[in-house]
């Protein structure tokens, strides 16, 4: 294994941006048509020569890049599943003034709503 570590020195290696590339080469791959098969082997040597490239900082500004993007969308659907158990018994409102998000118990009609945060209170339906 000595001889993979002398591979690799000084070469970019693995990153988010190089996962993500392997995850969608291994979904393209399950389409069942040839120009898919083609796509994913593009893709998966896409990452293999990101992981063996000496330009670590362009590398690096591209995962920057990647992340810029995907962490957004990361914590959305983070957020979405983390406040799935309790739909049933509780809604959620955001504040206005400044924008935490506030949970309440469901079924108890118009009730007034103040937020831990800044104080500010509303009234919604529950």
């Known amino acids: 294994m000595n001889w993979l570590r002398n591979f690799m020195m000084g ?3 693995g990153d988010q ?8 080469s291994m979904l393209v791959n399950l389409v069942p048509y040839w120009p898919a098969r083609i796509v994913s082997l593009v ?13 670590i900082t362009a590398r690096s500004r ?7 993007i995907w962490l957004p969308v ?10 799935r158990p309790d739909r049933k018994t509780h809604r959620r409102f ?3 003034n400044c924008g935490q ?5 469901r079924g108890k009609g118009k009730i007034s709503i103040t937020c831990p945060k800044c104080a500010h209170k509303f009234i919604r339906k529950s």
């Open 43 to 55: 893709l998966l040597a896409l990452a293999m020569l990101r992981m063996l490239s000496r330009n």
């Open 101 to 105: 998000e506030l949970r309440v118990p």
């Open 74 to 83: 990361k914590h959305f659907f983070v957020r979405l599943f983390r406040r």
């Open 17 to 24: 941006l190089g996962i993500g590339i392997l995850i969608l």
């Open 62 to 68: 591209e995962n920057q890049r990647f992340l810029r």
């Open 94 to 96: 955001r504040c206005k």
């Open 11 to 13: 070469r970019y290696g």
